[in-house]
């Protein structure tokens, strides 16, 4: 859904750029190649199928978001950190040899709180996605710094982590119960309005300012707003499978030719919209 929001800024705020975002993140991908084992299948990893992704959308620039599955929700470990590093210097090797730029966003915030009754201590003999380890978030700030410290290699990073959990922490001084996340990991419709801000302030926009619950309000009442909705969900499931990928079940399409015909037609209506409101 941040995709949806970033596209939407990027039609108000820059009309006439002509940026075309194709999305094609999946659900429990990690960068590093892990997988716990209490995980329903094997988690999907994101370089099986960057070469692939590369060749099929021809980007210019590719942002990634990784980290909240990478540490596999254990405590922090030399070892796992090491393979999330790896897996972001072979992502940026990739992305550098077919041309083009990468921006890495730092992953978002785990939040325990929501979640208590599945969290594990750091002396649990299991950890996973439905036991946490309860002070998982300090694995995520460590994969933000080390994501952070490639910006001396001159690789753009948003420091997402940071901002959200600022953004938490103010919140909660109004509202102590108040998350982002009801299940601690995946954010809902506000979250995700918020990662979209802070990738659009990264790559040069200027969004509103105003409280995020005003903000979504108002969004969701401009017309242009289910458009950009709709179009961003039909490519982002017609590319994923045009690129292929593996998540218990292999996957791949032959073509993104029908979808990308109705993308044009609701492309015009955007642009129409878009032109004739700013």
């Avoid at 993140?25 to 070469?51: C, I, K, Q, W, Y």
């Avoid at 996973?128 to 690789?155: H, K, W």
């Avoid at 969004?207 to 969004?219: M, Q």
């Avoid at 032959?254 to 642009?271: C, D, F, K």
């Amino acid at each position: 859904r941040y995709v949806t929001f970033l596209e939407y800024y990027l039609h108000r705020l820059a009309p006439g750029s002509k940026a075309d975002l194709i999305s094609i993140g999946l659900s429990s991908e990690t960068v590093s190649g892990l997988s716990e084992p209490g995980h329903p299948f094997p988690r999907p990893n994101a370089l099986d199928r960057l070469s692939q992704a590369l060749k099929s959308v021809k980007p210019q620039i590719v942002l990634a978001c990784y980290g909240m599955n990478d540490g596999i929700y254990h405590p922090p470990s030399p070892e796992r950190l090491a393979a999330y590093n790896a897996g972001l210097e072979t992502l940026s090797q990739q992305v550098r040899a077919a041309g083009a730029s990468l921006v890495l966003i730092t992953p978002p915030v785990f939040d325990p709180g929501p979640i208590a009754q599945r969290l594990a201590p750091a002396d649990a003999k299991v950890f996973g996605y439905q036991a946490t380890y309860a002070r998982y978030d300090d694995v995520l700030a460590e994969f933000a710094a080390s994501a952070l410290s490639r910006r001396q290699e001159g690789i753009a990073v948003i420091d997402l982590h940071r901002a959200m959990a600022a953004e938490l922490v103010a919140r909660r001084t109004a509202e102590p119960t108040f998350t982002f996340s009801p299940d601690g990991i995946h954010p809902g419709e506000l979250g995700h309005l918020l990662i979209a801000r802070v990738i659009a302030r990264g790559i040069g926009l200027t969004p509103p300012e105003s409280d995020l619950p005003t903000e979504l309000e108002r969004i969701k009442a401009d017309p242009l707003f289910p458009l950009v909705r709709d179009r961003r969900a039909l490519r982002s499931e017609a590319w994923l499978a045009f690129v292929g990928y593996t998540r218990g079940l292999v996957i791949k399409s032959a073509s993104v030719t029908a979808a990308e015909t109705v993308s044009a037609r609701l492309q015009t209506q955007i642009e129409a919209l878009a032109a004739a409101s700013n």
